[in-house]
């Protein structure tokens, strides 16, 4: 069973970066579904971006250009940098993975993710 634990969320003002981590336990691969979300202040949980199975990233509008998904394998570790952070990016930030979800060409964007971290919170000022 895969187990997410999330870090490197703090607290940033706006135009600047941060670096999130999550570490992935409990299985001998790493070719899953995996993405971030995140839940800001009077909003649901929405889609941030999420990495295939050949490593193609996805990404919501609002953060284009700014985040950037990637893991490391031989470290069974998703990352999520952003860069030039906006005060509507505050929240707390969630891994998530499906083990038995596998496809391209932004097939994990639209995954029914089953497996969570317990978050990890962004805070930017302006």
């Known amino acids: 069973q895969v187990q997410l634990l999330e870090s490197g969320g703090g607290s940033v003002e706006a135009g600047g970066s941060l670096r999130l981590s999550c570490a992935a336990s409990?299985?001998?691969?790493?070719?899953?579904?995996m993405g971030w979300f995140r839940q800001t202040p009077g909003k649901g949980r929405e889609g941030v971006a999420t990495?295939?199975?050949?490593?193609?990233?996805t990404y919501a509008d609002s953060v284009k250009g700014r985040f950037a998904i990637s893991k490391d394998n031989a470290k069974n570790t998703l990352y999520l940098q952003m860069n030039n952070l906006k005060p509507e990016d505050t929240g707390m930030y969630y891994c998530a993975a499906d083990p038995k979800s596998f496809g391209n060409a932004g097939f994990c964007y639209n995954v029914e993710y089953n497996r969570w971290g317990q978050g990890t919170q962004v805070t930017v000022s302006s």
């Open positions: 990495i295939d199975t050949d490593g193609g990233t």
């Open positions: 409990g299985v001998t691969y790493f070719s899953y579904c």
